[in-house]
């Protein structure tokens, strides 16, 4: 059934109910940050005040006219945007409660923490649901500009490491200079694009590229449109070569701000990069060079990021490599897809992943700020031993890790498992590729398994015991539940994923 567009009016603005919330909850939350000082109140109001916004999308999804389009088609609420909407806000509470002791020692006002990751994820669902280019555009710099900042917010050294505030000024600046100049071959990519096909919504774009044009499918303006898309894109979800921002970044930046990046920017990224390629019909138009080029970013990306990974003496940089690696495995998925665009099953594999991704990659940087904030320390060596001084910090910890790793029979194993299936069945190359990525996989379990060893057998540099606080262990807990339920439960899971997938290609 194809969607009605709703005349542009007044009654536009309950679609962005939402947004609205979203975007009154950070305002109330840097209200509260001058007028009070108790910041466990400003964390509470972050969390639950999310309530709100997932109420209303679950309003939105149960309205008789689902899906919703408005403001001339250019924004739409349907199942592919309400799937990464919830994925958003389960990031926002995840990272206010895994960082929020490390923000109460560390950072001067949590307000403005929570408040400009709020702003952030405003952007990233305003990402979701665009269906026009200059709409994509500008929710990206909203989306971007918080993180900047964020990178940047580390005005105290932490115990045992006197350049942490340094490395986060040199991060904030480094992100800024990358993210400015991604963001212009992004906009470049989409000047050419509405230079071929005369327009920047989605819809039209894909009318006008099934029609043809001067130049046809093989245009190389097309091509070099498509590549600076990806590339801006490919910046976001830190693929290789656009991946040299997330090293230095993810261990400069205070570690909250590295967990938010792990998570929002790259599903943020995902979200967009699926839309706009899919909806816009990019992929139904492109040439095999483009399959190609894609092809060899997902093969680049995860194993760089599992092969330089092994070598990594911080935990973070550890961590941003395994992100990279990861962003690799999902690329399976859109390789799959742009080999055959009408590929539904490629699209929900890639959702699916994503979601796994975002519960498992909070438990574990929810682990690493809880060591963090016991030790002072961030590097590998550390964390030996640390079976003996926090059991429960420990399992979560390796649950997590082994989640990542695909070990089966965990959701991070399922999840991979569906994506190498989906790229294995459209046959031609996509085999050789998956092969690949199985062989990154084994490598994978190298530094994760570095860790366990690390944490359950060597002995420990001291025989105290560390405190967690209440806050980080219950987003740890939140989110070994979360895997397990989505390991027991992973056929819903999918279904969720597979309606996405079929909103978005109708």
């Known amino acids: 059934m194809s969607p009605t567009l709703i005349p542009l009016s007044s ?11 979203m975007t009154a909850l950070a305002l109330l939350v840097l209200s509260l940050d001058f007028l009070i000082k108790r910041r466990e109140i400003i964390a509470f109001v972050s969390v639950f005040g999310l309530a ?20 001339y088609g250019m924004y739409t609420i349907d199942n592919y945007a309400i799937f990464f909407d919830f994925l958003f806000l389960l990031i926002g509470a995840g990272v206010v409660m895994a960082s929020y002791d490390f923000v ?24 979701a649901s665009s269906r026009e280019l200059i709409t994509v555009y500008i929710s990206l710099e909203l989306t971007s500009f918080p993180l900047y900042v964020m990178a940047g917010m580390l005005r105290k050294d932490i115990p045992n490491d006197n350049a942490s505030s340094v490395r986060s000024t040199e991060a904030s600046l480094k992100y800024v200079l990358l993210g400015a100049m991604s963001s212009a071959v992004l906009l470049y990519g989409m000047a050419l694009l509405y230079g071929i096909t005369g327009s920047t919504d989605l819809g039209e774009i894909a009318v006008a590229l099934q029609r043809g044009f001067s130049g046809g499918p093989n245009s190389i303006v097309l091509l070099v449109a498509d590549t600076f898309i990806f ?17 230095d970044i993810y261990q400069g930046a205070p570690t909250p701000g590295t967990l938010f990046f792990s998570v929002a920017s790259k599903a943020a990224g995902f979200a967009a990069l699926i839309r706009v390629f899919a909806a816009g019909g990019l992929l139904n138009a492109g040439s095999f060079y483009l399959w190609g080029f894609i092809a060899i970013a997902a093969v680049a990306t995860m194993t760089l990021g599992n092969i330089v990974a092994i070598a990594q003496s911080d935990i973070k940089r550890m961590m941003a490599y395994s992100s990279i690696a990861q962003a690799g495995y999902i690329l399976v998925g859109f390789t ?34 809880a060591f963090a904030n016991a030790t002072g320390s961030e590097q590998l060596r550390d964390f030996d031993g640390l079976f003996r001084r926090s059991p429960a910090l420990a399992f979560g910890m390796i649950l997590c890790l082994m989640s990542l790793a695909g070990i089966p029979p965990l959701a991070g194993a399922l999840s991979k498992i569906y994506i190498f299936v ?12 998956v092969i690949i990525a199985l062989i990154n996989s084994v490598i994978s379990i190298a530094y994760y398994i570095g860790v366990a060893y690390r944490i359950f057998v060597k002995n420990p540099p001291r025989e105290d015991r560390l405190r967690v606080s209440a806050a980080i262990s219950f987003a740890l807990a939140v989110s070994v539940a979360g ?13 969720f994923g597979v309606s996405g997938a079929q909103a978005l290609l109708k």
Not at 422 to 430: D, K, N
Not at 488 to 493: C, H, K, V
């Open 483 to 495: 895997i397990i339920a989505a390991t027991i439960f992973f056929q819903p899971l999918l279904n």
């Open 104 to 127: 109460q020692r560390y950072m001067r006002s949590s307000g403005e923490f929570y408040a400009l990751l709020l702003f952030s994820l405003l952007g990233a669902m305003l990402m």
């Open 336 to 369: 799959a897809v742009a080999y055959q665009p009408s590929n539904q099953t490629g699209i929900s594999g890639m959702l699916v992943f994503l979601a796994v991704y975002v519960i498992t990659n909070i438990g574990a940087f929810a682990g690493i700020i």
């Open 422 to 433: 989906t790229a294995w069945q459209e046959g031609g190359l996509l085999p050789w590729i």
């Open 11 to 21: 009654n536009d603005m309950w679609i962005l109910s939402p947004e609205i919330a």
């Open 231 to 247: 590339a801006g894109f490919g910046f976001k979800i830190s693929a290789v070569p656009f991946h040299m921002w997330a090293p």
């Open 52 to 71: 709100v916004p997932a109420g209303l999308l679950a309003w939105i999804e149960s309205t008789p006219n689902h899906p919703v389009y408005g403001f």
